[in-house]
Nanobody, 117 residues
Framework: QGQLVESGGGLVQPGETLRLSCAAS????????LVWYRQAPGKQRELIAV?????????ASSVEGRFTISRAKVKNTVLVYLDLASLKPEDTGVYYC?????????WGQGTQVTVSS
């Protein structure tokens, strides 16, 4: 059974950086496109960064130039990272990683990022 586990969230001040990690295991997710979503308080979940199996990336305009998505593979686990820089209070929210494998959606449990002075 596949699973995604996020880590790395926390409380930071505006302008600081943070690295989020997501470990995808239990299936051969090597060919999967990996996506980070964010859900801000009182808002719908939004797509913020995508990386496909070849390493091609795309970003929401709200994070372009500040966030960087990357991926790696260690043994049977696919790792996807999200480096957050120049953080703003509006980046606050729960960050989720997601992939679709053979028609099934997999989600992590989410990791909270709070940007506040």
């Amino acid at each position: 059974q596949g699973q995604l586990v996020e880590s790395g969230g926390g409380l930071v001040q505006p302008g600081e950086t943070l690295r989020l990690s997501c470990a995808a295991s239990g299936r051969n997710f090597s060919s999967s496109t990996l996506v980070w979503y964010r859900q801000a308080p009182g808002k719908q979940r939004e797509l913020i960064a995508v990386i496909d199996s070849s390493g091609t990336t795309s970003y929401a305009s709200s994070v372009e130039g500040r966030f960087t998505i990357s991926r790696a593979k260690v043994k049977n686990t696919v790792l996807v990272y999200l480096d957050l820089a120049s953080l703003k209070p509006e980046d606050t929210g729960v960050y989720y990683c997601h992939l679709n494998y053979r028609g099934r959606d997999y989600w992590g449990q989410g990791t909270q990022v709070t940007v506040s002075s």
